[in-house]
């Protein structure tokens, strides 16, 4: 079944928590529908609603504080295909924002038009804020990250030489403003528009990363992951993120950038296995390991 949503099973005041965002006195109209995803082999509840207050459709959301501030210091100050945000409150030693529900489906079947779409909403986010000396603190936290999944690669020496040239590149590779995790199921096809609706890891950090994360984990093969892509897809996103950039690298720089990226990816999803090797391992594993060997021998060259 994939993402679906069912009646909630919490004890979460959500009536109560729509209010207070909303700052209005009750709200004698409501409904609400929990976010679920049964498509690892496990059922998963997200801290995520679909609510609907006095008619309106919205998306109340568990988050952390960063959130919060992406919304009101980058997001809510210019037009991006992004949701609108409404306000948040503290609950239950937690942040719930309140933000606009976008209806229509996620991106997990690419087309070329969706391949234009997307690259233009992620490029008008990056032009805003390219180079941006704004203090979040986000950079410092993935660099800390980074560092930490290259200790996986201790047995793998051709992919942690490539890799070290990736943390290398990171220190000077231009930054700006980042989803973190722009991938398929967070964003939504809204009549041709690409809205990019998660931003829960989102901050100041290489412009690369919104690239690479998009084309790194789509194939023509779902049992590898859930996500339809195909080379020419790939192709026309990252040519049109290019063109649009206002300040661009050099042409082989960017290509380069990318690839570094995209490794970085690559590991992500072997990195549990390398730090547990006596774990079974799997179609997708094999799947990762493979595309990083590769892509780290042609980074060697």
Not at 95 to 115: K, S, V
Not at 191 to 214: K, N
């Amino acid at each position: 079944m994939g993402l679906y949503t069912d009646k909630p099973q919490t004890d979460i005041p959500l009536r109560e928590l729509c209010r207070t965002i909303l700052r209005i006195s009750g709200i004698p109209d409501f409904s609400a529908l929990q976010f679920c995803d049964d498509s690892g082999g496990g059922l998963r509840r997200y801290n995520v609603y679909r609510v609907t207050a006095n008619g309106q459709a919205y998306v109340l959301k568990s988050s952390e504080r960063r959130e919060v501030d992406v919304y009101l210091n980058f997001l809510s100050k210019h037009s991006f295909r992004t949701p609108k945000f409404y306000g948040s409150t503290f609950y239950d030693h937690r942040h719930w924002i309140l933000i606009e529900y976008i209806p229509g489906p996620d991106l997990r079947d690419f087309t070329d038009e969706l391949a234009y779409a997307a690259a233009g909403s992620v490029t008008a986010i990056m032009n805003a804020y390219w180079e941006s000396d704004e203090p979040d603190g986000r950079f410092e936290l993935y660099w800390e990250r980074i560092n930490k999944r290259a200790e996986c690669l201790a047995g793998e020496p051709e992919i942690r030489r490539a890799y070290n040239r990736f943390l290398e590149r990171q220190q000077t590779c231009p930054r700006t403003l980042c989803s973190g995790d722009f991938l398929q199921f967070n964003a939504i096809n809204r009549g041709g528009e690409v809205c990019i609706i998660d931003w829960a890891f989102a901050g100041i950090m290489p412009y690369s990363l919104d690239i690479a994360r998009m084309i790194a984990h789509g194939t023509e093969d779902r049992r590898v992951f859930p996500f339809y892509m195909t080379d020419r897809h790939r192709e026309i996103y990252v040519r049109e993120v290019y063109r649009q950039l206002a300040q661009k690298p050099g042409w082989e720089r960017y290509l380069q950038d990318i690839r570094l990226a995209v490794l970085n990816e690559y590991v992500e999803f072997i990195e549990w296995e390398l730090n547990h090797p006596g774990e079974e391992r799997d179609r997708v594993f094999d799947y990762y390991y493979t595309q990083a060997l590769a892509l780290a021998s042609e980074l060697n060259r």
